[in-house]
């Protein structure tokens, strides 16, 4: 049963692409949550949604748009990507925005920009 | 400093004890944690403080805080080789809805 799961696992694509990573919490939380760690295991968070509404957007470049289709999903569509894209992208949910709730991570999908 | 450091390397023997250090940016963060990250993986929570605690103990790990350095700590009793890897500090500024992670700590513990 996993609780955050994200696909693809590996994504390898040419740049100028555009491409999608989905995820989706089955933990009935209300905050989900993008970040990127680069090749030196730098976390950085991306982007916060809580109940469908973007709550955090950390000056990433428009070619990043993520999509709340509903409080379990929240996917991540990259257009035009760029060699500098490549890193692993990192879903996160959590209950509540705030507090010490636990932020439950996805696996990881790898980007490789080629 | 603007980033939450953390020393990037440690390594132990088997059955030695292990402190990873952190020095968080924020004096107000109203928590702190540690995550674990193993190869190939995502982060899993191992533990956290509150900010007006300056000790939590969890079976083989302590955490100690110092609010007045801005300094954390995470001791990992009787290291085991499945202890290897990546640890995470992060703290939640107050008003903020995200975690500010530190640059990682990769632990190698050998036989």
């Known amino acids: 049963d996993t609780a955050v799961s994200q696909t693809p696992k590996y994504l390898v694509t040419q740049m100028g692409n555009d491409k999608s990573i989905k995820c989706e919490q089955n933990?009935?939380?209300?905050?989900m949550y993008w970040y990127k760690q680069d090749s030196k295991k730098f976390l950085k968070i991306m982007f916060s949604y809580n109940n469908k509404e973007l709550i955090i957007n950390e000056t990433v470049p428009n070619r990043f748009s993520p999509k709340s289709p509903d409080k379990a999903h929240l996917n991540l569509h990259i257009n035009s990507l760029e060699l500098g894209d490549s890193a692993v992208y990192f879903c996160a949910s959590s209950q509540g925005d705030r507090g010490n709730t636990e932020a439950f991570f996805g696996q990881g999908t790898r980007l490789t920009v080629v | 400093g603007e980033d939450v450091e953390q020393s990037l390397f440690l390594s132990v023997r088997e059955g030695d004890s292990s402190v990873i250090n952190c020095t968080y940016t924020d004096s107000s963060s109203t928590y702190l944690y540690w995550y674990k990250q193993e190869p190939g993986a995502g982060l899993q929570l191992l533990t956290y403080?509150?900010?007006?605690?300056d000790m939590k103990q969890d079976q083989r790990l302590t955490v100690l805080l110092n609010k007045k350095d801005k300094h954390l700590s995470l001791r990992i009793a009787d290291t085991q080789t499945g202890d290897s890897a990546i640890y995470f500090c992060?703290?939640?500024?107050?008003?903020?809805?995200?975690?500010?992670f530190g640059t990682g700590t990769r632990l190698l513990v050998s036989p």
């Open positions: 403080i509150f900010s007006n605690m």
């Open positions: 933990l009935g939380h209300d905050t």
């Open positions: 992060a703290e939640l500024p107050p008003g903020f809805q995200k975690l500010v």
